[in-house]
């Protein structure tokens, strides 16, 4: 039987809609590559429209717009072509319209059911990934302002736009902690690390893993063990030695030094370690002044001047502090 050129896809049957929800609650026999593989035959039976449609929604993810597929396939949102292989797709219980939309003035569709997204994106070629995943950020940030720089950073990376993913990584991770959220914070830091590892090994890329690891350690400060804080911060000095051994020194590496001192000093106290937190603090101090770093001089007075006041050194800890209390003029 031959299926007419102007025949719609037929709807899943109903043992494939059943073999796939098994699997997504974990029922069936059957493995996920071989439903995927049962998928991806149907999606190669469908015309040249509804396929291209289709794989350009993967590229996106479970949820994807109308726009969106246009803009991957250099169509406009409203082309009557785009609607109707968006309908056909619809008709044939792959995909399904949403009520509302994340995207303001944008048609809102999701995959029906995630192995479906995932056998279409399995069909896209290294090539056309590349290129999918690169035009999606674009239309995100185009038509989302809004649009969280986490999935902004997933699409360049895809793309292999490494630099312009790791900016985006950052600002996701900074923007979480900003808003206490560490462990979210942590898991922006860590996907930047390992899109930093993809770039050329270079002095500035060197330093700003160095940053990277300090960032870490400070969203993990109150929740990870002492021993995972002091292995990221071994790592940062060992790269901060590494980059200045093969070149002369910038004067921020001697902030960058600071601030790994302090974070030593701060996991130590967190630790219950005062005795070793002390001498890191003491050798932060003069950098923070000479440097003018307020939050490093700030925090490193503060402890300092509580344990020499601590020590009953009132006149100690009474110049250790002056220098807080100066108002400009």
Do not use: N
Request: hydrophobic letters at 40%.
């Amino acid at each position: 039987y031959q299926r007419r050129k102007d025949q719609p896809p037929a709807p899943i049957s109903a043992s494939l809609e059943e073999l796939i929800r098994a699997a997504a609650e974990g029922q069936s026999d059957s493995q996920p590559e071989t439903i995927i593989a049962m998928l991806q035959a149907r999606i190669g039976r469908f015309e040249a429209g509804p396929r291209r449609a289709v794989l350009a929604a993967a590229v996106y993810g479970q949820t994807f717009w109308q726009g969106g597929v246009g803009k991957l396939l250099g169509l406009a949102a409203k082309t009557p072509e785009l609607v109707a292989w968006l309908q056909a797709l619809v008709d044939a219980e792959l995909i399904e319209q949403h009520a509302t939309s994340q995207i303001p003035g944008q048609w809102e569709y999701g995959f029906r059911h995630a192995l479906v997204r995932d056998a279409a994106y399995g069909l896209l070629t290294e090539s056309d990934c590349k290129v999918g995943h690169q035009l999606a950020a674009a239309f995100l940030e185009e038509a989302d302002p809004q649009v969280a720089s986490a999935v902004l950073a997933y699409h360049y990376r895809q793309a292999g736009l490494y630099e312009a993913a790791l900016q985006h990584y950052l600002q996701a991770g900074d923007r979480s902690s900003r808003q206490s959220l560490d462990a979210e914070a942590r898991l922006h830091y860590a996907a930047a690390t390992e899109t930093l590892a993809l770039l050329p090994d270079t002095p500035p890329r060197r330093r700003l893993h160095v940053d990277l690891l300090l960032k870490r350690v400070q969203s993990g400060m109150t929740s990870l063990p002492a021993e995972s804080q002091l292995s990221l911060l071994e790592q940062a000095q060992a790269l901060l030695e590494s980059v200045t051994d093969c070149q002369p020194a910038e004067p921020t590496d001697r902030l960058r030094r600071a601030r790994v001192d302090f974070y030593y000093a701060r996991v130590y106290g967190y630790a219950g370690q005062p005795g070793r937190a002390m001498p890191y603090f003491q050798r932060v101090l003069p950098v923070a002044r000479e440097l003018g770093d307020q939050e490093l001089l700030t925090l490193s007075s503060l402890v300092i001047g509580m344990v020499e006041l601590a020590h009953g050194q009132i006149a100690k800890a009474r110049a250790t502090w002056t220098p807080l209390l100066a108002v400009d003029e």
